[in-house]
């Protein structure tokens, strides 16, 4: 199992950039996909993007697609989440999680329920 803390968190303004470090302590780091999930009070956790070991294959969530970007370091054994043109409905705590990856993801968006290794998450707050 590894252990996942999230980094890179803020205060931004609408049409702003952050990007967010998720760096993993444990054994053979590549062997796992990382996923980033985000949730705004009072609502569900949802999915944003993940990666697999490799870093080869990427999966994003269709209302973040084109403004998020993810990418690994497997040397550093840290994901990143890079966002730009943030808008107010971005603000959430996000989460990394780790798990192996589905071949399913190519048809349906990964689920919270395939990672086993989460973060503590970090605050995204995106004023208008």
């Known amino acids: 199992q590894v252990l996942l803390v999230e980094s890179g968190g803020g205060l931004v303004q609408t049409g702003g950039s952050l990007r967010l470090s998720c760096a993993a302590s444990g054994p053979a780091f590549s062997r796992y996909a990382v996923g980033w999930f985000r949730q705004a009070p009072g609502n569900e956790r949802e999915f944003v993007a993940a990666i697999a070991g490799s870093g080869v294959s990427t999966y994003y969530a269709s209302s973040v697609k084109g403004r998020v970007s993810i990418s690994r370091d497997n040397a550093k054994n840290t994901v990143y989440l890079q966002m730009n043109s943030l808008k107010p409905e971005d603000t959430a705590v996000y989460y990394c999680?780790?798990?192996?990856?589905?071949?399913?993801?190519?048809?349906?968006?990964?689920?919270?329920?395939?990672?086993?290794?989460w973060g503590q998450g970090t605050q995204v707050t995106v004023s208008s």
């Open positions: 999680a780790a798990g192996a990856q589905k071949g399913s993801w190519y048809r349906n968006t990964p689920a919270a329920t395939d990672f086993g290794s």
